[in-house]
């Protein structure tokens, strides 16, 4: 099956760019999405990007998306210490039954 | 903004019993999935259903499991004969169309004794 990996653990002061990396392998990826979550809930959707683009800026955040060496990164500016949780890297595919290959998660710590 | 609720949001049973998770989808999303993640782990895919039917199934779904869509707002997801490996976090999901992006509830924990 496809495989989406991210890096478990990320820290940043608070007030710096945290960067967080996903690298996947199915080159038919059609859309490629970030999701945050906080302790206890839910999965929130933060942004996604169609697999034929390169960049999407939406406010703090950044995705970048490098489709030869299939990796996909979500910046975020000006990190708060409300931007601590767990953010997922998502992909989904061409397949009929268009589910979603889920990375392990990297947990962000924004230190005071 | 629309979302999706599930109930209940903690649900703890004894081993080999019967449990139903419910879902209430976004009233015009027309696709709608299942997800697990077992603590510490990551969010897997169960299974998705369209149309009244299941489209697809991960290895996972297996007898155990099943869905229904029983009425125009409900969408639940029947686990029988409950193993303590069961014991997860069960996100239901909806979307619009194929590709666009699925829209998560906030989960039940399923805690099996």
């Known amino acids: 099956g496809e495989d989406v990996e991210q890096s478990l653990f990320l820290s940043v002061r608070e007030g710096d760019s945290s960067v967080i990396n996903c690298t996947y392998t199915d080159s038919s990826s059609t859309y490629l999405y970030w999701y945050k979550q906080e302790p206890g809930a839910g999965l929130q959707l933060l942004t996604y990007?169609?697999?034929?683009?390169d960049m999407k800026q939406d406010q703090r955040l950044t995705v970048l998306l490098n489709k030869k060496d299939k990796h996909l990164s979500l910046r975020i500016a000006d990190t708060q210490t409300g931007d601590s949780a767990i953010y997922f890297c998502?992909?989904?595919?061409?397949?009929?039954?268009?589910?979603?290959?889920f990375g392990t998660g990297t947990s962000l710590t924004v230190i005071p | 903004e629309p979302e999706v609720t599930q109930t209940p949001s903690h649900q703890v049973t004894q081993m080999g019993q019967e449990v139903i998770l419910r879902c209430v989808p976004i009233?015009?999303?027309?696709?709608f999935y299942w997800y697990r993640q077992i603590l510490g782990q990551k969010v897997e895919f169960l299974v998705s259903f369209y149309n009244n039917e299941i489209s697809e199934k991960s290895e996972i779904f297996d007898d155990q499991f099943s869905v229904e869509r029983p009425d125009g707002s409900n969408f639940t997801l029947k686990i029988r004969s409950t193993k303590l490996e069961d014991s997860a976090m069960y996100f239901c999901a909806s979307n619009l169309q194929v590709g666009q992006p699925q829209h998560f509830g906030d989960g039940t924990r399923l805690s099996i004794l």
């Open positions: 009233s015009n999303h027309l696709y």
């Open positions: 990007i169609f697999s034929n683009m």
């Open positions: 998502a992909e989904s595919t061409s397949g009929a039954g268009n589910q979603f290959y």
